[in-house]
């Protein structure tokens, strides 16, 4: 096998893993790997066939726009020791890896190319897809909320005890008087968040800690917890607003749903335009 070709199939072998299986090749069982390696191979003729096309002929990829990408991918690492690493561990040389992401731009570009002439979306299409997928376009209930954190150090014993009871201190002070929430967290909050007042934004369920999140989608605006229990510590947990469960106005979404339907026409075409290719 010629080296370029092997590097190639390495490429496409690293590509695989990460976008299907989150791991890279190297880190698969041998069966896996060995599954991994015939897509790539696959995918690999299906690419030289691309290439070999009529259409490929008007395509050309600037030197610029390859090094462009291939400074881009290396920014990634924080020294370019790790990124030869990485290279070396997928089997690669910089200049391997160069030919096959060229490869892989190349073959992107001509795909383009034939999907290029695809009818353009109508606003009536888009509407219609719009009103036989409502669910898509539903919003979850949101709340804005706020909080005061004090962390608790596992490495002694009494730390657990003593911010839960400073944490009650400071919501009996802030019971007595609601406006003092404010100050209390600028003052006594470990978290980055005092500084803008312990806001943590728009939260949607789910994203917040186990226990702040069951707190928070039972309270009202205004509504303040007790002290709750995180891995980070014990919190104090404000709901600033509720925003009920809505849909987005077909307005809001008619041109992400025109792009999804251009992208899936497009696809369509160059399936079509593939399975042409072998005969």
Not at 84 to 107: C, D, H, I
């Amino acid at each position: 096998m010629q080296p370029e070709v092997s590097e190639t199939l390495a490429y496409l072998e690293l590509k695989i893993a990460e976008s299907q299986l989150s791991s890279t090749p190297d880190q698969l069982s041998t069966e896996t790997r060995a599954q991994v390696s015939l897509l790539a191979r696959r995918q690999f003729q299906l690419e030289q066939k691309i290439l070999a096309s009529d259409e490929a002929q008007q395509v050309f990829l600037p030197d610029a726009t390859l090094e462009e990408a291939y400074q881009r991918i290396q920014s990634r690492y924080e020294t370019d020791t790790l990124f030869a690493e990485a290279l070396s561990n997928a089997a690669l040389t910089p200049s391997g890896f160069k030919a096959a992401l060229s490869q892989e731009m190349r073959v992107e570009a001509i795909l383009e190319r034939v999907s290029s002439h695809v009818e353009p979306i109508t606003e009536d299409a888009a509407e219609i897809y719009y009103y036989t997928h409502l669910e898509r376009f539903q919003l979850p209930e949101r709340r804005q909320a706020s909080h005061l954190l004090i962390t608790v150090d596992d490495d002694q014993p009494d730390s657990d005890p003593r911010v839960y009871r400073k944490l009650c201190a400071l919501l009996d002070k802030i019971k007595q008087k609601p406006t003092r929430f404010d100050k209390l967290v600028l003052r006594y909050s470990e978290c980055p968040t005092a500084m803008n007042e312990g806001n943590l934004g728009l939260i949607t369920p789910g994203l917040l800690y186990e226990a702040l999140d069951k707190a928070l989608f039972k309270m009202q605006p205004g509504e303040i917890s007790p002290p709750l229990r995180s891995p980070m510590g014990y919190h104090l947990l404000r709901c600033d607003a509720l925003h009920p469960a809505t849909r987005q106005p077909f307005a809001e979404v008619s041109a992400r749903i025109i792009e999804l339907l251009t992208e899936r026409q497009k696809g369509r075409l160059q399936k079509d335009w593939i399975r042409q290719l072998g005969h």
